[in-house]
């Protein structure tokens, strides 16, 4: 099963996140997920919510393209996650800057939301740059969007599994899976928000799941600069989903 | 097929109840034209959405958040429905027809006919049910006219269980019968804003005559679940409740087949929409017109605005996006008090906002007119806020562009206990 880690750029300090982030690079992992800082995360708890407000204090656009070759250099694919408002009066603008800065893609957690009747605009922007979108939708999105999304792209996909990041309502995750392999065919996907444990983990991979999104699970170790408790977060995930 | 065939009574045919009442509930949110936005937090500190893990039962926080398009209903939950009156009829208004000289056809669906009267009933015994399976000893909830509260107190009877009733003031005021029934019920009801919660507390003592509303009382609900540690049921607007209405859609369906009939246009009230969305729903994928009809006096449709905003005043739920006159706003003391509302479910409000669903709005001297029409004419007094829908169903059939159509109408309750409306 694949791994992405989400990590609030820079969070909670230039040099805190450089340190953290160099100590996932040599494990065995997929995706890196760099989340641009903005001044509303609706969807985002409180945790990850958090994360934002010390990122912007703390942002660099030399910094991020330095940190994004790094990680290219391991092989590892890395993805801007970002917030439509961020760049809505200036999309090509801002697709532009993603693209110089190096990152493979792009993730929109609300582009079939808040922007729903600007999506293909901003679909046809960010392919025109040579950037990856991929399609992010919860398991509220009605079918007919879900395809249309699918049809405008070929990447895997994102599944949001919790209404939003870092907490947890009772799911039928079954139900959801099935409903939502159906229509995505063979595409990868990717399942993150609300996932912190062992348990959690097991439970989607034996789903089927292709793999796994995680981001508020290590917020509170970097916060606390605890290293070790980092680590032990990282190896669970890396052998829960590689082992 | 047979001329007379709405002369005789189903049974005749073999049609029994439980080919009428659903095995399933519907859930729209699959079917929807575009997502829903999701409901989204607002306050910096701490999640409202993680916080409905202590305010909701967990089945229905589960179907708030489902993709399935069908809940299967549990076999105890369609013994108390058939308990308490499902199927309920759908019944063609000749005599209405006649008085209107109208030459299509009018059909109502009677949720009047329910034990508690209205389809409030429809939502609060699954809520009540799923509660009292896992182990909550109480509910809380708020009720404007009075019909949720009612509803909301035999549910909780009927499983065992007691209920808070957090009463709107004006209200409480108004319909002393209701807040007797309630107590019928076995529930416990209380005037909002109330000394029962620190918001409440607030309130009175800036103004201790306070009318309330309906969003006041939400909060409050919401605020003495989670300081006792219970369960809020919800009476509208929320996506769960609208798949728990359905069944009156489902049913409607089922009725109009063996009838032989196809509606032309949909007609039904909105408060928060539950009855109007649970009966139209099932039939969106058919190109029949839909007409929602709200309170002149609370003009969600012609001056609310769509965009994220609070369900209760003080903001202890997340916001959800939907047409909405603003969570501070104060309706005047109208008398449909279940139309009293800022706001409107979510799917209702996108199917709104995108011309789907048509709207219409009716001031209350007109809804008291077609109360009188209906009661003289069908027999039934309708519910002053299910007279809104009938109002705006006799302005359709009096226009000559509608001759000869098929109209449904939901009728959501019944008026029996509102009749002061005429006054004292
Ligand atoms: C009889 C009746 N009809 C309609 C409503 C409006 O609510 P909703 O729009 O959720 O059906 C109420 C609410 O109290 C009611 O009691």
Redesign the interface.
């Known amino acids: 099963m694949k791994l992405a880690l989400y990590f609030t750029f820079p969070y909670p300090s230039r040099d805190a996140f450089e340190k953290f982030l160099k100590r996932t690079l040599p494990l065995n992992y997929e995706y890196v997920e760099l989340g641009i800082p903005t001044e509303h995360p609706?969807?985002d708890?409180?945790t990850v919510?958090?994360t934002h407000g010390k990122a912007l204090e703390e942002f660099s656009m030399n910094l991020l393209k330095d940190t994004v070759h790094m990680i290219r250099r391991t092989g590892k694919k890395v993805y801007a996650l970002a917030y439509c408002n961020l760049f809505e009066n200036d999309p090509d603008g801002f697709m532009s800057s993603m693209k110089d800065v190096g990152f493979d893609g792009l993730i929109l957690p609300d582009l079939?939301?808040?922007y729903?009747s600007m999506r293909k605009d901003i679909a046809s922007s960010v392919s025109s740059h040579e950037l990856e979108l991929i399609p992010f939708?919860?398991?509220?999105?009605?079918?007919?969007?879900i395809n249309e999304i699918l049809g405008l792209t070929s990447s895997w996909v994102y599944f949001g599994l919790q209404?939003?990041t870092?907490?947890?309502?009772?799911?039928?995750i079954p139900?959801?899976y099935s409903?939502i392999r159906n229509i995505c065919g063979e595409r990868e996907i990717i399942v993150g928000f609300g996932i912190n444990s062992a348990g959690t983990v097991k439970e989607l991979r034996k789903i089927g799941f292709d793999g796994i999104a995680v981001g508020s699970a290590f917020v509170n170790s970097m916060e606390n600069d605890d290293q070790e408790a980092f680590d032990i977060e990282m190896r669970m995930l890396e052998s829960e989903t590689h082992g | 097929m047979y001329k007379y065939n709405h002369f005789i009574p189903l049974f005749m045919y073999g049609v029994k109840n439980k080919d009428i009442i659903p095995e399933q509930w519907y859930n729209i949110t699959p079917d929807l034209p575009e997502p829903l936005s999701p409901p989204r937090d607002h306050d910096p500190e701490r999640s409202s959405i993680d916080l409905l893990n202590r305010i909701l039962p967990l089945e229905v926080l589960k179907q708030e958040f489902t993709s399935r398009r069908y809940e299967k209903i549990p076999e105890e939950i369609l013994r108390q429905y058939e308990q308490a009156g499902r199927p309920t009829p759908l019944i063609r208004a000749r005599n209405l027809e006649t008085l209107l000289n109208f030459t299509g056809k009018i059909f109502y669906k009677y949720e009047g006919a329910t034990v508690t009267g209205s389809h409030k009933i429809n939502a609060a015994i699954p809520q009540a049910y799923y509660a009292a399976q896992e182990g909550v000893m109480e509910v809380a909830t708020e009720t404007g006219a009075g019909q949720w509260g009612t509803a909301t107190a035999l549910s909780a009877s009927l499983n065992g269980i007691k209920s808070k009733i957090f009463m709107v003031n004006v209200s409480f005021r108004q319909k002393p019968l209701r807040k007797r029934i309630i107590e019928i019920y076995g529930g416990n009801v209380v005037a909002s804003p109330s000394t029962l919660t620190d918001y409440g507390r607030q309130i009175l003592k800036k103004e201790p005559e306070h009318p309330g509303t309906l969003g006041i009382a939400i909060s409050e609900a919401v605020q003495y679940t989670l300081d006792n540690n219970i369960r809020y049921l919800m009476g509208s607007v929320e996506n769960s409740v609208i798949t728990y209405q359905s069944i009156i859609g489902l049913e409607a369906q089922k009725q109009l087949e063996i009838e032989g009939e196809e509606p032309d246009v949909l007609i039904g009230c909105v408060g928060g929409g539950s009855n109007f969305s649970g009966f139209v729903f099932p039939f969106m994928k058919t190109d029949v017109e839909m007409i929602a009809s709200a309170a002149s006096e609370v003009p969600k449709f012609s001056k609310g605005k769509y965009r994220y905003d609070l369900i209760d005043t003080a903001g202890i739920l997340p916001q959800l996006k939907m047409i909405s006159l603003g969570a501070d706003y104060v309706p005047p003391p109208i008398y449909s008090g279940g139309l009293r509302y800022h706001g409107a479910a979510p799917a209702l409000s996108m199917l709104v906002n995108s011309g789907r669903i048509g709207t219409d709005e009716v001031t209350e001297e007109k809804s008291m007119e077609a109360m009188q029409i209906f009661a003289r004419t069908q027999g039934i007094v309708p519910a002053p806020e299910s007279a809104h829908a009938i109002a705006t169903a006799i302005d359709y059939c009096r226009n000559n562009e509608n001759q000869g159509k098929t109209v449904v109408l939901n009728v959501s309750g019944h008026g029996l206990l509102d009749l002061s409306i005429f006054g004292d």
Do not use: C, E, H, Q
């Not at chain 1, 939708?137 to 969007?145: C, E, L």
């Not at chain 1, 907490?167 to 039928?172: A, E, K």
């Open positions: 609706y969807y708890g409180p919510r958090k079939l939301t808040d729903y939708f919860n398991s509220t999105t009605p079918d007919a969007a209404p939003s870092g907490i947890r309502v009772p799911l039928d139900s959801m409903r």
